[in-house]
């Protein structure tokens, strides 16, 4: 099979899908991989990197997809991509569209067969697409909250962690996920006060094995407005996979907490957990809403691109070639059932129920 990688045209992202290192085993599986001339470098891999593996680059976008049968990207597609995309493409990437109904729209009307990274789960429940990048969001939001924090940046002037004589800072976690739950882990380690709020036993466990420094709770509403309060760093981790997030802290609950206070909301991809909530890119990053700091970039590990793009394609290679295997894959079915959209239908039930 044809296998295309474009360049990521989403700002500031600087991820690629498949390393050199995948690109050469699918060449000694028989396939054809081409990749858009310096779409690996602001993850550290340059064009002669992939052409020493015996990939094909090509020069533009437009050459790329012209070439490419199945379309291998992280980000779901936007303006640049959506001109070259056909009916014939197969894409394979986050698309998120539970979120994006003008994209959804646009998908259908192409006709393409769009699998979602985020929909594609195993038998057990798991996300095995969804993970590594969860990983990382939780660690960057802990990351940044703690920045946004600092007095330069427009924060109350906290430091997490604290010291002998002076108060710890306090990070509220929705979710104890893959997400959630690293970036509770991060907090923790740094000394905070944490709270954790998830309806699972197990990760209510997981969770206060992390440390005496760390609470966890079910997500009363009366409680998730109590911790928020007085939070300092409020990080929102709630996921129903293929689904919008439902909005876990009110305007009313971002209007109490303190000016100078941080929210980092890295379910802003399905629509976001905070009312408050509105996707912002890293060029302009952060707004402000009743003097609380808003972070709602809808690409978080975008930032480590090197990091990102290894530990993605790690997760992703397996199902890549089963998908250029041929039409066998269907009948694999975490990929089955991880179809978005297929011959201008929506397939996915959680985005039908949305319909």
């Known amino acids: 099979m044809r296998i295309g990688v474009p360049s990521e045209t989403k700002t500031l992202e ?26 690996g470098l602001k993850s550290g891999f340059r064009d002669e990197d992939y ?20 379309i291998v990207k992280v980000k779901e597609p936007i303006a640049g991509d959506l001109r070259y995309l ?12 539970a979120a994006e109904p003008k994209l959804t729209q646009r998908l259908l009307d192409i006709g393409l067969t769009g699998i979602a990274f985020e929909s594609v789960q195993e038998a057990d429940g798991s996300l095995p697409l969804l993970a590594p990048m969860s990983i990382i969001a939780g660690r960057i939001a802990t990351q940044i909250g703690t920045h946004l924090l600092h007095q330069p940046s427009g924060g109350k002037g906290k430091l997490l962690g604290g010291l002998p004589s002076t108060e ?16 509770a882990a991060l907090a923790a380690a740094m000394g905070a006060n944490v709270v954790v709020f998830d309806k699972r036993p197990d990760r209510l466990a997981q969770m206060m094995a992390l440390g ?24 929102g981790a709630v996921l129903i996979p293929s689904a919008k997030a439902p909005h876990v802290v009110t305007r009313a609950m971002v209007k109490s907490m303190e000016p100078g206070s941080v929210l980092v909301d890295i379910s ?11 996707p912002t890119t890293y060029a ?10 808003h972070f709602c970039v809808t690409n978080m590990p975008g930032a480590v691109p090197q990091t990102s793009s290894q530990a993605i394609c790690a997760a992703i290679l397996p199902y890549v070639q089963r998908l250029a295997s041929g039409k066998n894959w269907r009948k694999f079915e975490p990929l089955k059932g991880g179809i978005n959209v297929e011959a201008g239908k929506i397939v996915h039930p959680a985005l039908k129920a949305m319909a």
């Open 212 to 235: 005496s420094n760390v609470t966890a709770l079910y997500p009363y509403e009366e409680y998730v407005a109590r911790e928020v309060r007085d939070a300092d760093l409020v990080i």
């Open 268 to 278: 802003i991809d399905q629509g976001g957990c905070f009312e408050t909530s509105k």
């Open 51 to 70: 052409s020493r593996v015996g990939v094909t680059l090509m020069a533009n976008a437009k050459k790329l997809y012209e070439v490419g049968e199945l």
């Open 284 to 293: 302009h990053p952060t707004y402000l809403v009743d003097g609380v700091t």
């Open 168 to 183: 710890r800072g306090k990070v509220v976690v929705l979710g104890a996920g893959a997400a959630g739950g690293n970036a």
């Open 14 to 39: 600087g991820r690629v899908a498949l390393v050199p290192a995948a690109c050469a085993d699918l060449v000694r599986h028989g396939h054809e991989v081409y990749i858009q001339a310096g779409a």
């Open 86 to 97: 056909r009916k014939d493409h197969l894409l394979f990437c986050y698309l998120h569209l």
